[in-house]
């Protein structure tokens, strides 16, 4: 019913996945490195956005918009937003929460440059796990607060929560705000209800503040649940709970997102310095999304089941030591190289010159995090089975290689 397959050109689109990896990966703003690949010639399996069309109902939504001909200056006014977003997480996650919680964004990263700063004194410090997504500890780097760190623990691919050392730091009285990922990226681990509990009971044991980054819960294998951290502390004032339809619908450029503010003070503090304007476009694509978007999501979630499948199998046969379980959440892949690379190693480098394949390596993940990299899997299984046999076969010549030089 949905083509998952149809290769979608996105060249010339102004698109950050094919046209903004040197500045972002190598560090390249002048955009003069070259490869021995073209541009057109990269699988490209890095920035989490998927080679899939955004549903058709969600374009039905903006196209209807468009009719409307005016932009004017726009918010989210009355309900009809609301009851779409809340119906949502009634059906999906059995939770709710009343509308006046609910601010908007234009995305989940400008809204933890913001938070940080309204949470956070100047001597105050931000505490996040690792691996972690960079954007966390650049939201404390921008506002000038310190970062503290908890190392996940990795039992076998499995990676688990620290809780002495999460408790530890917590417990620091300079430490203010936990940002938590829960989904977790890059490892794809949908906490479980136990754990969750574990970490609300410090939470609020300690009195820290927490923002929940829930950006990746639609987005899990198909049979799986997952559970808001607002669910398990349902009476905590100092949790700000961050969704958005733009990672599960593929739209991140139209930049919206939902933060749940249950703190009035700090509601009242981001609605008087937010510039509280939203884009029509977006807004129409979110409340479609949430309204008639649950039938294609259901599609695309055994579209990625089978992808990672896939990769499972390509990998346990073709590069044997690298070390993958298949995530519970995302659709980016988490593979321990360190088999195979010192931990110096630019893996990102290797892999595009190597490999003509582009993506992240975990030096991109803050700490707790080298020999790995992330591979995106949102793509058509053609240009997956592409991407894994390039980065397998480069791997494996760099091997016999070196075994060539030593013999
Ligand atoms: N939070 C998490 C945990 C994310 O993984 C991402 C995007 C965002 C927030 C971005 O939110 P936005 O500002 O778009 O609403 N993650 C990306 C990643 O891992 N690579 O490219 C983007």
Redesign the pocket.
Known sequence: MYNFDEIIERRGTNAMNTDGFRSYIFHDDAGTMTFPYKDEEFIRMW???MEFATPDVVIDGIKKRLDARIFGYTRVFGHAYYDAFVGWCREKYGWEFPQEQLVMSN????ALFEMVDYICAPDEKVLFVTPS?A?FKYAADYNARACVCSDLINKGGRWEIDFDDLERKCADPKTTLLIF?NPH??TGRIWTEEELERVAAIVEKTGIWCIS?E??CDLIRSGLKHTPLAKVMPDYVRLVTCM?P??TFNC?GL?I?NVIIRDKALREKWLARHYNFDNPLSIAAAQAAYEKGGEWLEELKKYLDANFAFTKEYLAAHLPKARFVVPEATYLAWVDLSEYFAPDESLPGFFAYKAGVLLEGGKMFVQNSDGFIRLNLAMPRVMLAEGLKRICEAVNTKHSEKFIQKA
């Open positions: 920035v989490a956005d995305g989940i990263i400008p997504y954007y990922c990226n890059p980054d950006i990746h958005a733009t990672k991140a930049m997102s």
